[in-house]
C-alpha cells in the first residue's frame, strides 16, 4: 500500500472524490458512465487501487445495476459507493429506497445536471427535491451533503462514509457540474487501511459475510409483510432521523452577524452568491449568507435565527425554486422569502443575484 | 422397532433447513429445490461460506427456511447484489435463487451482464411459467396459449411474444461455465438436479465463470390444477418447450 | 492579490492546458487556485474557454461576469468577451485570423501572434506556450520559475525532456507583445 500522507494537489472535484474514496479506505465502487461525473470512475481506474488497497472498482450495466451492486456489498458491512448525474439518480431511486428501508451504510455522489428528461450536461441543482423528500418510494431520508469546493469534495467522501456507518443509512453527496468539473487545491487526506473482516464483524455484527457456527443468521431485507411490523419498522427509522436531525446539522455562515438581508444558497451557486456579498457589502448593503451544507438535515433553526433578525431573506437556487420551500418553512412568514434562479445548466451571474437581490428583495423593503 | 434409537434412523432432515413451516403450496417445487440446496450447503460444509441473495416472487422468504445469511433484492435485482458480494467476498459461495419473473423478466438486464461478466456464482432459476406469488400472471416463459390471469384466453404470440428460453440464451455467453436444465417432479429427477446443484457450488470456486441452474417447476395453484395433474402437465408441456439436460459444460 | 482570467478560443488551440498550466504555477507559487471550464459540447468545435483565478484569498464565485485579463484565441471569443472586461484590464489576443480587431478605450490591448510564430518555426504545440510567456510578461502574476516547476509536476516524467522547449517558447513568447 501507499504511504503518502497529507497531499496539496490541483485536481477536478471528480478526480478528488475518487482519490478520497481509496484513501478512506473505500472497500467498492459500482458506477455507469454519464456527464459532467464520468472522472470519478475514469479516476478510479486510472489509478487501479485493486492493486493497492484492494478497493473494487467495476463498471455496471446500468445505474441501476450499480445502485444494487452497492447494496450488495454494503450488505457485507463493506465500504460501498456509487456516483452517477441526474437522470441516472432517477434510476436509482428505487435502490435507494431499499437500502435506506434495509439500512445499509453507503455513500452516493449525485453531481447534477440540467433536467427534466435528458436535459442538459451543464450545471444545475434541480435534483434537490429527488435528495432531499425521498426520491423512491416510502418515508425515508438520504443524509444529504452539499460540497462547495473541491476541498469539500474529498473531505465530504469521508464524512459521508462516517455518517453512514454512524447511522446505517445511505449518504448523499449532492454536487453539480461546476463542482465536479472544476479544478482547485486540495489537500488530500492520508491512507487509512480498509476494514479487515474481523473488524468488520466486530463493529457490524448485522453484515451478512456467512453464518458462523452457533451464530445466528444475518438476513438484509426490506420486506415486511405485516402492517404492524412495518410501521414498528417505520418508527425505527423516524425515530434515527430525529437523531441525524438533532446532531448532524451543518452550515456555514458569512457577515450574517449584522446582516439585514440575507441569502441562503448551496454548493457552487453559494459561491456565486458570496461574490454578490462582497459587491453588496463594498456598496454599503449590509447582507449576509447563509450556506447549509446539509440538506437533510436542512439547518432551519440557523435561517429561522438570522433571518429573524432582518429584513428578508433571497434564496439562490439553479432551479425553479426547490429549497425555498425549506426556507419558507424555516422562516414561517417571519420576514418575506424572495426567490431568484437560473434553469437547465444555466448557473447564475454574480452580478445577477446581487440584481435580483436589489430588485426582489431590498427595494420592497425601502 | 424403536424409531428413536439413532441406529433406526432412515432420514434426518438437514441442520441446514430452519425447523419453520414453509408458505409455499402443497406440491409446490419451491419447497424441494430449497431443500436441495440446504443439502448440498450441508454435504459441502460450506454454511459459514456461503450468502444467499433472494428475490421477489414466491421464493422471496427463502431466507426463513434455509439457515445461511441472506440478502433479498430488489425485484430482479439479485444477480447485480451477487456480483458485489462475491467480487468482495471471492472465498466465500454465493447463489441467487430468483424466478422466471425476476431472472427473466424484470432482471433480464442484471442475469445477463452478471452471466456474460462471468461472475463466479450461482444462478438458480426456477421456472414455472406463471407469477406465482401476486396471483398467477403471465411471465415471459409462459407457454404459447396457456391461460393466465392477465392471458385469460392463453399466451398470444401476436399479442405477447414467444416464450422466453433464457436459459438457452445465457448458455450462449461465454461468461457461463455449466448451463443446465432440470426438474424435480420424480425421484429420478430430483437426484440429477441435487447433482448439479452441488457441481455448480463447486464451480463458483474454480473460477470458471456462471453456473446456471434452470428447474422447470409447476405452480398448481397457478396453474389450477392439483399436484399430481400439475406435473403431467409440466413434462407433457413444459419439456417441448424447455428440454431437460446440460445446455453447456466446459 | 487577485486577477481574474478568461483564456477563450477554438478547442484544439490549447486553452484548457494552458488555464492547467497557469492555475498549478498559481499553486506553486501559494496562491488559492480555481480552473473553471466551459465543459461538454462547447469544447468540441465552437470556443473553449476556461476561468482561472488566483488570489491570495479563498476564492468565492469560480464562474464571474468579469475579468482582469482576457487571453483571446480567435475571434469568436474577442466578440465575446471584449466587453466583459474590467476597465483597466487587459485583452491579449493572437492576430491568426483576425478581422475585427478589440477596439475598447479603456482597456489595455495587445496583440500576440503567437500562432504565427509558432507556425513558421514548426512549433505549433507550443503555442499556448509562447502565448503565456507573452501573457506574463504583460501581467506578471506568477513567475516562471514555478510555471516550470509546475510543468514538472503536471508531466508525466517521460515529458520531462520537452520542459526547456517549453522554457525557450515562454520567453520567445515575451518578445511577440506589441501593444496597441
Known amino acids: 500500500m501507499r504511504t503518502e500522507q497529507e497531499e496539496i494537489r490541483l485536481m477536478k472535484g471528480n478526480e478528488a472524490i475518487a482519490e ?178 474481523e473488524e468488520i464483524r466486530r463493529k457490524y455484527p448485522w453484515a451478512t459475510l456467512g453464518k458462523l457456527r452457533g451464530q445466528k443468521q444475518n438476513i438484509i431485507t426490506s420486506l415486511c409483510l405485516l402492517p404492524e411490523e412495518m410501521e414498528a419498522v417505520n418508527l425505527h427509522l423516524q425515530a434515527k432521523y430525529r437523531q441525524v436531525e438533532q446532531n448532524e446539522v451543518r452550515y456555514e455562515t458569512l457577515h450574517c452577524d449584522d446582516a439585514e438581508y440575507l441569502i441562503v444558497a448551496f454548493g457552487s451557486t453559494a459561491r456565486v452568491c458570496q461574490k454578490a456579498v462582497e459587491t453588496a457589502r463594498e456598496q454599503g448593503i449590509k447582507v449576509g449568507l447563509l450556506r447549509p451544507i446539509t ?67 431590498i427595494k420592497e423593503n425601502v | 422397532m424403536n424409531i428413536i434409537d439413532s441406529a433406526n434412523l432412515v432420514y434426518r432432515k438437514t441442520p441446514v433447513m430452519t425447523d419453520l413451516t414453509m408458505h409455499y403450496c402443497p406440491g409446490c417445487s419451491h419447497g424441494v429445490v430449497h431443500k436441495l440446496v440446504a443439502e448440498v450447503i450441508d454435504e459441502m460444509d460450506i454454511q459459514d461460506k456461503t450468502i444467499g441473495i433472494a428475490p421477489v416472487g414466491c421464493a422471496v422468504f427463502a431466507y426463513k427456511y434455509i439457515d445461511i445469511d441472506w440478502q433479498q433484492a430488489a425485484h ?41 461478466r462471468g461472475e463466479n456464482i450461482v444462478i438458480i432459476f426456477i421456472n414455472n411459467g406463471i407469477y406465482g406469488m401476486t396471483g398467477g400472471q403471465m411471465a415471459p416463459t409462459t407457454l404459447d396459449g396457456m391461460k393466465t390471469a392477465t392471458s385469460p384466453s392463453g399466451r398470444s404470440v401476436p399479442l405477447n411474444g414467444y416464450p422466453l428460453d433464457m436459459t438457452k440464451l445465457l448458455a450462449e455467453l461465454d461468461g457461463t461455465c455449466y448451463v443446465t436444465r432440470q426438474s424435480v417432479h420424480s425421484l429420478g429427477a430430483v437426484r440429477k438436479t441435487k447433482k448439479a446443484l452441488r457441481k455448480a457450488f463447486e464451480n463458483s470456486m474454480l473460477e470458471k465463470g456462471t453456473s446456471v441452474i ?14 399430481d395433474e400439475s406435473n403431467k402437465w409440466m413434462v407433457e408441456n413444459m419439456f417441448p418447450k424447455y428440454p431437460m439436460g446440460d445446455l453447456k459444460d466446459r | ?69 482576457a487571453i483571446l484565441l480567435n475571434q469568436p471569443s474577442i466578440d465575446k468577451f471584449e466587453n466583459k472586461i474590467k476597465p483597466g484590464g487587459s485583452l491579449i489576443f493572437d492576430g491568426n485570423g483576425i478581422t475585427r480587431f478589440p477596439d475598447r478605450k479603456d482597456i489595455h490591448i495587445y496583440r500576440v501572434d503567437a500562432t504565427e510564430y509558432a507556425a513558421v518555426n514548426n512549433i505549433a504545440k507550443m503555442m499556448n506556450m509562447l502565448m503565456l510567456g507573452a501573457v506574463l510578461k504583460i501581467r506578471p502574476i506568477v513567475e516562471i520559475k514555478n510555471v516550470l516547476k509546475g510543468l514538472k509536476k503536471t508531466l508525466p516524467e517521460r515529458h520531462h525532456h520537452l520542459i526547456p522547449m517549453n522554457e525557450k517558447a515562454l520567453q520567445a513568447g515575451a518578445e511577440l507583445i506589441v501593444k496597441l
Open chain 3, 1 to 69: 492579490m487577485k486577477e481574474e482570467i478568461i483564456i477563450a478560443g477554438f478547442g484544439g488551440q490549447g486553452v484548457l492546458s494552458m488555464g492547467k498550466i497557469l492555475a498549478y504555477s498559481g499553486l506553486m507559487q501559494d496562491k488559492e487556485v480555481s480552473w473553471m471550464p466551459a465543459y461538454g459540447p462547447e469544447q468540441r468545435g465552437g470556443t473553449a474557454n476556461v476561468t482561472v483565478i488566483l488570489s491570495d484569498e479563498r476564492i468565492s464565485s469560480p464562474v464571474l461576469n468579469t475579468y482582469d485579463t
Open chain 1, 295 to 361: 440538506l437533510y438535515p436542512y439547518p432551519s433553526e440557523a435561517i429561522a435565527r438570522i433571518a429573524g433578525r432582518g429584513r428578508g431573506v433571497l434564496t439562490v437556487e439553479m432551479s425553479a425554486g426547490q429549497m425555498l420551500d425549506d426556507v419558507r418553512l424555516a422562516v414561517n412568514g417571519a420576514v418575506p422569502v424572495e426567490f431568484f434562479g437560473r434553469l437547465g445548466g444555466i448557473v447564475p451571474a454574480p452580478d445577477e443575484v446581487f440584481e435580483a437581490l436589489k430588485t426582489k428583495l
Open chain 1, 20 to 197: 478520497a474514496a481509496i484513501r478512506c479506505g473505500c472497500d467498492g465502487y459500482f458506477g455507469y458512465p454519464i456527464t459532467p461525473q464520468s472522472e470519478i470512475m475514469e479516476t478510479l481506474m486510472d489509478l487501479r487501487p485493486w492493486e493497492s488497497t484492494g478497493m473494487v472498482v467495476l463498471q455496471a450495466e446500468s445505474e441501476t445495476a450499480s445502485i444494487n451492486m452497492v447494496y450488495g456489498a454494503a450488505g457485507c458491512g463493506k465500504k460501498a459507493m456509487t456516483s452517477s448525474s441526474s437522470p441516472g439518480m432517477s434510476l436509482m431511486q428505487e435502490g435507494l429506497s431499499y437500502i435506506a428501508c434495509a439500512e445499509l451504510p453507503c455513500v452516493v455522489v449525485n453531481v447534477m445536471r440540467g433536467g427534466p428528461g435528458l436535459g442538459t450536461i451543464q450545471p444545475s441543482q434541480a435534483d434537490y427535491y429527488q435528495s432531499v423528500k425521498g426520491g423512491g418510494h416510502g418515508d425515508y431520508k438520504l443524509i444529504t451533503l452539499a460540497p462547495a469546493s473541491v476541498q469539500e469534495m474529498a473531505d465530504f467522501t469521508m464524512l459521508a462514509f462516517e455518517l453512514a456507518f454512524k447511522y446505517r443509512n445511505p449518504a448523499l453527496i449532492l454536487a453539480d457540474g461546476i463542482i465536479g468539473q472544476m479544478m482547485e487545491k486540495v489537500v488530500l487526506p492520508p491512507y487509512q487501511a480498509r476494514m479487515t473482516e
Open chain 2, 76 to 116: 430482479g435485482r439479485a444477480p447485480a447484489l451477487a456480483t458485489a458480494v462475491k467480487r468482495l467476498l471471492p472465498d466465500r459461495y454465493v447463489f441467487t435463487y430468483q424466478g422466471d419473473g425476476d431472472l427473466a423478466a424484470i432482471g433480464t438486464a442484471e442475469t445477463i451482464h452478471a452471466c456474460n
Open chain 2, 214 to 227: 434452470e428447474v422447470v417447476s409447476t405452480c398448481n395453484s397457478g396453474w389450477k390444477m392439483t399436484p
